[in-house]
């Protein structure tokens, strides 16, 4: 009876003592969102994508197109490509008709590319990037004066539909390769 007594309190302070490292190690887990930052980016190495590697960089910066990155002490730890369309594409195809055209109408006007953000690929390199990438972008699209609308050209995955309902999109439509989420 009296080993069982000695035995309590050194499993309390065990448990309390991992329970302070666990602590710890989650506030440092996610420590870096905090301090990251949404850079333009002229490039990316299409090869680390997941979803779409085939297309080059030259199709992910040509009419308009943009590539984000989040920047945390000199390494960007999430990607995502956009189109600026006036459109949802249904495919890659459309996305390229529909980004060329958007691009094509704003050299008449006001140099403005489209009201739909339509964001194609997006991944990351580190726990927390790819939430974290989309949060900024959407505070990024909301302040924009032409953009109104942030969508995505999803692929027909599970992990796909999981990660933008978890992140608070709405599914909009589901084509015949790909399928649409929206943020609001």
């Not at 969102?33 to 990316?44: T, Y």
């Not at 109104?148 to 995955?157: A, D, I």
Request: hydrophobic share 35%; glycine share 4%; aromatic share 8%.
């Amino acid at each position: 009876m009296k080993n069982i007594n000695l035995i309590k309190p050194k499993i309390k302070a065990t448990i309390k003592k991992n329970k302070e490292i666990f602590k710890n190690e989650l506030t440092n887990f996610f420590h870096w969102v905090k301090g990251a930052e949404l850079v333009d980016l002229k490039e990316c190495d299409a090869s680390e994508d997941p979803i779409r590697p085939e297309l080059d960089n030259n199709f992910r910066t040509s009419h308009g197109r943009k590539i984000f990155g989040v920047k945390y002490k000199d390494q960007i730890h999430a990607v995502m490509c956009f189109a600026f369309t006036n459109k949802i594409p249904k495919s890659v195809d459309d996305l390229d008709k529909l980004s060329q055209d958007a691009f094509l109408q704003s050299t008449l006007r006001d140099q403005r590319v489209g009201q739909i953000a339509i964001a194609y690929t997006v991944w990351s390199k580190k726990k927390g990037g790819g939430k974290l990438i989309v949060k900024e972008v959407f505070k990024m699209i909301k302040k924009s004066n032409h953009l109104n609308r942030l969508v995505t050209l999803s692929p027909l995955t599970d992990m796909a539909t999981k990660f933008h309902l978890r992140n608070g999109a709405k599914l909009l439509s589901v084509n015949e390769t790909t399928q649409n989420f929206e943020y609001k």
